[in-house]
């Protein structure tokens, strides 16, 4: 590997493990969602070991969001079982090469983005600088 190529990888890894939990949580859902537009299209093209790849990569996705939830939070029991339908409806869309699921898959996963989105800015707004007392919060 090029010296070049040595520190985008090096650039890559440390904007990632430097961004805000929920910036992060936008990006692997947006990067789901990326994969499943090309597993559409890899299956439009007959392409099916490229269609697999990119399941695959959302299936990854996936996983990582399941393993990482906080089970202390009652809500988190039904993101699970939502991620595991995810999962299993991944599973068939690429056993069958089935674009339709794969649509289904991206439709839920807009909505779970859109809602963190929501609630991350929620949260944001919540918090106002005050050149007195560094942070403060509205209640």
Do not use: C
Request: aromatic share 8%.
């Amino acid at each position: 590997m090029n010296a070049q190529a040595q520190a985008y990888n090096v650039y890559k890894k440390t904007s990632v493990e430097t961004v805000a939990p929920g910036k992060l949580l936008l990006m692997l859902y947006d990067g789901a969602m990326k994969y499943l537009k090309n597993a559409q299209k890899a299956i439009g093209e007959k392409d099916f070991s490229e269609a697999h790849n990119q399941i695959i990569r959302v299936q990854d996705i996936i996983t990582e969001l399941m393993s990482t939830l906080n089970m202390d939070y009652e809500i988190s029991n039904s993101l699970l079982s939502l991620y595991d339908y995810i999962y299993r409806r991944l599973v068939e869309a690429n056993v069958a090469k089935d674009k339709v699921i794969l649509e289904e898959v991206y439709q839920l996963l807009t909505e779970l983005r859109d809602t963190w989105n929501q609630v991350i800015n929620q949260t944001r707004s919540r918090i106002q600088p005050t050149p007195a007392s560094g942070l403060n919060v509205r209640g």
